[in-house]
């Protein structure tokens, strides 16, 4: 923006909003602009002289005040009426953790505080404040850190998750990756490039006789979002083999393993789309006209050595109707989108946190 001498920039009353939550505000604040955030919520409206506390200390009630009967948990109810303030009390006091409690418990220690002052009551007037300026702390909370810091939270799950990867890439146990992503779930939904439902895992798709022999479970199952289609996914191990023999000069064959999970799912894939009717029986909502099959299986990065490995292995993928994404592959994608949070994992060597936690599973 380029404003020409004899100018005037004009911002519009409410355009320009900062937040901490970088979704709710139009800037974006760096490190300093954080800090200088903070200094605004938790101590910009302190009163510069010993004389203007008391009318600092008013309008912040009232605030508090404002804040409670703004919210729809008490819609009806007045807190300066004494006839509501029990039932706003009840109400408010099974929503404990919200902005309205603690704006509620803040206005409550001021007022207690106001009326010790009156009375000369020092250490009660001290005690009473110090409450209440717990309480808005929370207030502040609530406002303007809460959804910042669970998004931190969130984001710290893409480390920890990548920390189990650091340690346990040569983990050869099926049901060991499947209990890992089980409880790390949005880890596979970066395979696809739709949005996708997650369905269950251990999902039965068919093929139980009579006598319930020869039931068919695939590892997970997602539907498309859009259209529910189904999304087998099946599960192998970084450590599957994808390549086996030298089959002529620098081609290699695929290993057993991989084309024997292959055919597997596609099995799987015939057996959904055959007895669709009795899966959606079982209150399963999709679809099967074609589902899409995804292999997770090998570490590329440390088998396909090289060039010729890499172009066999390629060949092969290309070539067939199921999708085989290596966990390298899949982890590179975690990595990739930390980076967009700016968040970086401690060094393998250097974390003992990692290397215990390793160590004793």
């Known amino acids: 923006m380029k404003v020409e001498h004899g100018e005037r ?54 605030r508090m005040d404002e804040i409670v009967n703004s919210s729809p948990l008490i819609s009806g109810l007045d807190v300066n009426k004494e006839q509501d303030v029990e039932q706003i009390f009840e109400i408010l006091g099974k929503n404990r953790g919200t902005r309205e409690f603690w704006a509620l418990m803040t206005g409550m220690f001021l007022a207690e505080a106001r009326r010790a002052r009156d009375e000369g009551n020092f250490e009660r007037d001290v005690w009473a404040t110090a409450c209440a300026e717990r309480c808005r702390s929370m207030v502040v ?34 049901s060991f990756w499947q209990e890992t992503f089980k409880g790390h779930p949005f880890v596979l939904s970066q395979v696809f490039a739709v949005p996708v439902v997650f369905i269950r895992d251990n999902a039965y798709i068919g093929g139980m006789k009579i006598d319930r022999r020869e039931a068919k479970f695939v590892d997970y199952l997602f539907s498309a979002e859009s259209s529910r289609e189904a999304i087998l996914v099946e599960l192998k191990t970084p450590v599957t083999k994808l390549l086996g023999r030298e089959y002529r000069r620098n081609i290699f064959a695929t290993s057993a393993e991989l084309s024997g999970a292959v055919v597997q799912l596609l099995s799987y894939r015939t057996e959904l789309i055959n007895s669709l009717g009795e899966v959606v029986s079982s209150g399963v909502q999709i679809q099967a006209f074609r589902p899409k099959c995804v292999l997770i299986a090998g570490d590329a990065a440390r088998e396909l050595t090289d060039e010729h490995r890499r172009a066999s292995f390629e060949s092969y993928r290309a070539a067939i109707d199921v999708e085989i994404v290596t966990y390298d592959e899949l982890f590179r994608k975690l990595e990739i989108l930390a980076k967009l949070f700016s968040l970086k994992r401690a060094d393998p060597e250097d974390d003992d946190s990692t290397r215990s936690g390793s160590a004793n599973q």
Not at 149 to 170: F, Q
């Open 9 to 62: 920039l004009v911002i519009p009353k409410d355009w320009l909003k900062i937040s901490a939550n970088p979704l709710k505000g139009r800037g974006r604040l760096y490190r300093p602009g954080l800090r200088w955030y903070a200094e605004l919520i938790f101590v910009d409206a302190l009163p510069s002289k010993e004389s203007e506390y008391q009318d600092e200390a008013r309008a912040l009630e009232q």
């Open 141 to 174: 909370f609530a406002e303007h850190l809460e959804d910042v810091v669970w998004m931190g939270h969130s984001a710290g799950r893409l480390i920890d998750i990548m920390k189990i990867w650091d340690a346990r890439r040569t983990e050869g146990s099926e």
